[in-house]
């Protein structure tokens, strides 16, 4: 049950996009379209993003999408905003009926 | 609107027990799977176990296998998480959701709504 990868952080300037990775294997994010999202601003409780790899939920911004290549998963953010510094994570359901989660990747709006 | 309320959290001796619940409501909760997820301190998810609309199908990360057991009381509302044998790498905030769900009783995979966690920590 090892993490799937994120880098620990990425920023950019208001109005920028960026691009979070997570890299898991074909036991996890490879197998299945079950890759998930969630945003989690500090002292908060996580918020589902994004569901089966590129869907958004009611009430999310089309600014959030995702997608899928591989054993990769993908978040790209655009048009960022001061309210999308938070702490990210992306979540897998795996073949061996448990669930991985991302090591996490800080956003910073410079 | 949906609710999930955590209790039970606290400061437990290594060795000791510890049971968590998670109140629901605004929704049909016998329709859900529900899970719990950990977070330590300035670490990130993880999750910790699953248990199904019905009751019947649970499913445990292996750390925690044969220590914590979780259960639900669908006319209670209320989730549960035994936790025995506690650990010092135990020690987290809990945090229970509930699994999304388009037809009763098949999996969806993502968490729609998450409480706002519960703190253990376990420390002589």
């Known amino acids: 049950q090892s993490a799937l990868t994120q880098p620990p952080s990425v920023s950019g300037s208001p109005g920028q996009s960026v691009t979070i990775s997570c890299t898991g294997t074909?036991?996890?994010?490879?197998?299945?379209?079950?890759v998930s999202w969630y945003q989690q601003p500090p002292g908060t409780a996580p918020k589902l993003i994004i569901y089966?790899?590129?869907n958004r939920p009611s009430g999310v911004p089309d600014r959030f999408s995702g997608s899928k290549s591989g054993n990769t998963a993908s978040l790209t953010i655009s048009g960022l905003q001061a309210d999308d510094e938070a702490d990210y994570y992306c979540c897998s359901h795996t073949s061996g009926s448990t669930y991985v989660f991302g090591t996490g990747t800080k956003v910073t709006v410079l | 609107q949906v609710q999930l309320v955590e209790s039970g959290g606290g400061v437990v001796q290594p060795g000791r027990s510890l049971r968590l619940s998670c109140a629901a409501s605004?929704?049909?909760?016998?329709?859900?799977?529900v899970h719990w997820f950990r977070q330590g301190p300035g670490k990130g998810l993880e999750w910790v176990a699953t248990?199904?609309?019905?009751?019947?199908?649970?499913y445990y990360r292996d750390s925690v296998k044969g220590r914590f057991t979780i259960s639900r009381d669908n006319s209670k509302n209320t989730l549960y998480l035994q936790m025995n044998s506690l650990r010092g790498e135990d020690s987290a905030v809990y945090y229970c959701?509930?699994?999304?769900?388009?037809?009763?009783?098949?999996?969806?995979?993502?968490?729609?709504?998450w409480g706002q966690g519960t703190l253990v920590t376990v420390s002589s």
């Open positions: 605004g929704f049909t909760f016998s329709s859900h799977a």
């Open positions: 074909s036991s996890d994010v490879g197998s299945y379209n079950r």
């Open positions: 089966e790899v590129s």
């Open positions: 248990i199904s609309n019905d009751g019947n199908r649970k």
């Open positions: 959701a509930r699994e999304n769900v388009v037809v009763i009783g098949t999996p969806t995979f993502y968490f729609d709504h």
